[in-house]
């Protein structure tokens, strides 16, 4: 089965603080792809990355890193410096092998950036 | 990156009527759409998957002659709710895939308010 765990329900920062937002999943497959969306009050989601199971290297976007460890099933995104514009809801979010079409989605976190 | 459009960003109904979602690739062809529905403050659950051109594929537990698919051109879906009710009332978001990868375009989303 296929499962996404966002223990964080909401989380609030002031501005210019770090803050991580976790990812936990479960699959029993051996190839599959996580993935990081935002959704601004507005509801649109944005992408803001994808990993496939076999690439562990850790990724830095900006202000944005993310740390993908297979031992502890998670893909955790940390956000430096946060800013009032990150206050939004982050999705973490499955494909599995036979059907990556099929994408399973955490229950959110909702970050509040105060300035 | 790829745009997918929904129209129209919001509708109000009364309860016993139908209503029309319409989602757009707009400018790649999208082979497979799907939908997904968000109730306030939680996360996407995925409806359907539609092939342009076939029936659609429903998950479990979604009424397929309540919610209705069509597919079809290759950058049109359309989602109708039937005889809607105010349990209906939710976040509609459809996402597009291309040809190329298992890389999903989500829409802006569709807010349905069912009186």
């Known amino acids: 089965a296929q499962k996404v765990t966002q223990a964080q329900t909401e989380i609030s920062v002031v501005e210019k603080e770090d803050v991580t937002l976790d990812c936990v999943y479960e699959t029993r497959d051996t190839t599959y792809y996580l993935f990081w969306y935002k959704q601004p009050p507005s509801g649109e989601l944005v992408f803001l990355i994808r990993r496939n199971s076999f690439d562990e290297q850790n990724e830095i976007s900006g202000r944005y890193s993310w740390n993908f460890q297979k031992s502890t099933s998670s893909f955790n995104f940390t956000i430096t410096a946060s800013q009032v514009v990150d206050s939004a809801v982050y999705f973490c979010?499955?494909?599995?092998?036979?059907?990556?079409?099929?994408?399973?989605f955490g229950s959110g976190t909702k970050l509040n950036v105060k300035p | 990156g790829a745009v997918v459009s929904q129209h129209p960003s919001w509708v109000i109904c009364k309860s016993g009527t139908s209503v029309k979602i319409e989602c757009r690739s707009l400018?790649?062809?999208?082979?497979?759409m799907f939908w997904y529905r968000q109730f306030p403050k939680q996360s996407l659950m995925l409806m359907a998957t539609?092939?342009?051109?076939?029936?659609?594929?429903?998950e479990q537990g979604v009424e397929k002659d309540k919610f209705l698919i069509n597919h079809a051109s290759l950058t049109l879906s359309t989602l109708t709710v039937t005889s809607a009710h105010p349990e209906d009332s939710s976040f509609y978001i459809c996402?597009?895939?291309?040809?190329?990868?298992?890389?999903?375009?989500f829409g802006p989303g569709t807010r349905l308010t069912v009186l």
């Open positions: 539609s092939n342009e051109g076939s029936k659609a594929t429903y």
């Open positions: 979010a499955l494909s599995g092998e036979y059907n990556f079409n099929k994408f399973y």
């Open positions: 400018d790649f062809q999208a082979t497979t």
């Open positions: 996402s597009a895939r291309g040809r190329a990868n298992n890389e999903q375009f």
